[in-house]
T-cell receptor, first 114, second 113 residues
């Protein structure tokens, strides 16, 4: 199994630019999660999809952040416009449907906004 | 509101020691608790998943226990090795609502040769 695949692995961008992070979940997994990790706040859930439908987006910090899941094998997290405080590691994770299942994480996208 | 706490924040031990990492949570209404390992610059690797109806899970040198009523879990690592050096995170899956996974801040372990 290829695991959860994220791209890009690293991105450095200037403030004000649009950033798009991509995720391919594990085949057969119906639930997809976007997390953000910072030293100050640890791991925070941004948004959670089930069967391509957003279930909980209460963690999305503000309107500059948006996430889509057009099909079962692809999701994007977009930041527009980006700000230096968005610098963090963004993780995508997936699991089989059902709250009792293990969640598998990708390697993360390391974002630096200068 | 569910809060997850891990103590200690950092731990340094000599190789070969048995050690215990602690995780506590404030709301016992959980589906399960999961322990993860994170190496520097890497993603999270799932180690053990304990369902709310279970008391413990074992995998190799790792044993995780769950006491839901007291809001505690421990991760026991037997005969620690330098390769065990990493950050260990616990996370609880809330019962009710959307079942969010709430993480602790982690314990950073260093095992010295």
């Amino acid at each position: 199994d290829a695991g959860v695949i994220q791209s890009p692995r690293h991105e450095v961008t200037e403030m004000g630019q649009e950033v798009t992070l991509r995720c391919k979940p594990i085949s057969g997994h119906n639930s997809l999660f976007w997390y953000r990790q910072t030293m100050m706040r640890g791991l925070e859930l941004l948004i959670y999809f089930n069967n391509n439908v957003p279930i909980d987006d209460s963690g999305m910090p503000e309107d500059r952040f948006s996430a889509k899941m057009p099909n079962a094998s692809f999701s994007t997290l977009k930041i527009q416009p980006s700000e230096p405080r968005d610098s963090a590691v963004y993780f995508c994770a997936s699991s089989k449907q059902g709250l009792g299942n293990t969640i598998y994480f990708g390697e993360g996208s390391w974002l630096t906004v200068v | 509101k569910q809060e997850v706490t891990q103590i200690p924040a950092a731990l340094s031990v000599p190789e070969g020691e048995n050690l215990v990492l602690n995780c506590s949570f404030t709301d016992s209404a959980i589906y399960n608790l999961q322990w993860f390992r994170q190496d520097p610059g890497k993603g999270l690797t799932s180690l053990l998943l304990i369902q709310s109806s279970q008391r413990e899970q074992t995998s190799g040198r790792l044993n995780a226990s769950l006491d839901k009523s007291s809001g505690r879990s421990t991760l026991y690592i037997a005969a620690s090795q330098p390769g065990d050096s990493a950050t260990y995170l616990c996370a609880v899956r809330r019962r009710g609502g959307t079942g969010k996974l709430i993480f602790g801040q982690g314990t950073t372990l260093q095992v010295k040769p």
